[in-house]
């Protein structure tokens, strides 16, 4: 259902969220000016007219340290004891664009969506709130329409906010969604201010080209390329040259779920399992016992990643591919091989292949 909510009962809508779950949204650095997704400590503090975070809110949901279970061994008795204890607090992600929600989306079908279901990763997701932020304009880095990913979200939210000008329409996508509308008493918004939310998001779409600057991935073809595996040797050992293997890339993705699990003994004599963030582009990722490592040169490292993102078969795990347009790896890389820059490399090749 479509509800109005005027600007002036934001502040409202907040405080409502905030009584029940942890506030995480747009705050704007006080030194640096930047917009990160981060914990609120109040609802004051959130800014749904900020430019794109730095940052995704996955962390939220995949915390970059995370304790998943605790065990402890006997040795005398041999018996071992294993908990799971329930860390998860319920969390609001409150002003989400929609590339960051579709990344959301691609981690529900990694963790939940196949053979096995991650529990921990299940709990986070059950607690948790999801208002949506339609983007009334592109952001220098964005390319969101080359992936199918934006400016508006499709799918995936509780609430879903779309900046009219004199109000924000708010649309509701669960039962999450229509209490807080009931709760908020927003009245009903008609046809008309449907047609205005298509007009916007037109409008936004319109707005690429002169305000989208920074980066273009028209990815249809490299797509194909990388598919088929007719991506050349140079091309990738090109690429390998680029990489400074940091891994930023993987942790501002909005849909890079690579992890590493560890096993720290505590003081008290239990043992706790860790699950942190890791990436692709680490030696020691595929390293195997006896030191063997299938992709020790780092152009097959850099090769896995983009096939991860943009591969049809990886297209067939996600229902989309595995890029969402966000623009952030281009941002970070020191390298200057962020995805946009890969697909061009990629693409070129097909016009030096043309007699």
């Keep these: 259902m479509m509800h109005i909510l005027p600007k002036s009962e934001v502040p409202r809508l907040l405080e409502a969220i905030a009584a029940r779950w942890e506030l995480h949204g747009p705050v704007v650095h006080p030194v640096s000016g930047e917009t990160l997704f981060d914990r609120a400590e109040s609802p004051s503090e959130l800014r749904l007219d900020a430019p794109i975070p730095v940052n995704g809110p996955k962390y939220?949901?995949?915390?970059?340290?995370?304790?998943?279970?605790?065990?402890r061994y006997d040795p005398d008795s041999k018996r071992l004891d294993m908990a799971r204890e329930d860390l998860v607090k319920p969390k609001a992600l409150v002003g989400v664009r929609s590339c960051d929600l579709t990344g959301l989306l691609c981690f529900d079908r990694f963790f939940l969506g196949q053979e096995f279901v991650d529990e921990v990763y299940r709990d986070h997701r059950r607690k948790m709130l999801i208002v949506a932020n339609t983007c009334v304009?592109?952001?220098?880095?964005?390319?969101?329409?080359?992936?199918?990913?934006?400016?508006?979200?499709?799918?995936?939210?509780?609430?879903?906010?779309?900046?009219?000008?004199?109000?924000?329409?708010f649309e509701t996508g669960s039962d999450k969604g229509r209490d807080l509308a009931a709760e908020l008493g927003l009245a009903e918004a008609d046809a008309s201010a449907g047609r205005e939310r298509e007009a916007v998001v037109d409008r936004s779409i319109s707005l690429f080209d002169g305000q989208a600057v920074e980066n273009k991935a028209w990815i249809s073809r490299a797509v194909n390329r990388l598919t088929t595996g007719f991506v050349k040797p140079e091309t990738w050992e090109y690429i390998g040259r680029q990489c400074f293997e940091c891994g930023a890339c993987s942790f501002v993705c909005p849909s890079c779920s690579c992890?590493?699990?560890?096993?720290?003994?505590?003081?008290?004599?239990?043992?706790?399992?860790?699950?942190?963030?890791?990436?692709?582009?680490?030696?020691?990722?595929?390293?195997?016992?006896g030191e063997h490592n299938p992709r020790r040169p780092v152009e097959d490292r850099r090769n896995k990643r983009f096939f991860c993102k943009l591969?049809?078969?990886?297209?067939?795990?996600?229902?989309?591919?595995?890029?969402?347009?966000?623009?952030?790896?281009?941002?970070?890389?020191?390298?200057?091989?962020?995805?946009?820059?890969?697909?061009?490399?990629i693409r070129r090749e097909t016009t030096e292949d043309k007699p």
């Design 137 to 169: 304009r592109p952001f220098a880095q964005c390319f969101c329409v080359c992936t199918a990913s934006g400016p508006m979200a499709e799918e995936g939210y509780d609430v879903n906010l779309t900046d009219l000008g004199r109000a924000y329409l």
């Design 60 to 71: 939220a949901v995949f915390p970059h340290l995370e304790r998943i279970l605790s065990y």
């Design 311 to 345: 591969s049809y078969s990886q297209s067939r795990k996600y229902l989309r591919p595995g890029c969402v347009g966000c623009g952030r790896c281009a941002r970070v890389c020191p390298g200057d091989i962020g995805l946009p820059n890969v697909v061009t490399a």
């Design 259 to 289: 992890f590493n699990i560890e096993d720290a003994a505590t003081q008290a004599g239990s043992v706790d399992r860790l699950r942190t963030w890791d990436s692709c582009s680490f030696e020691g990722y595929s390293r195997m016992a």
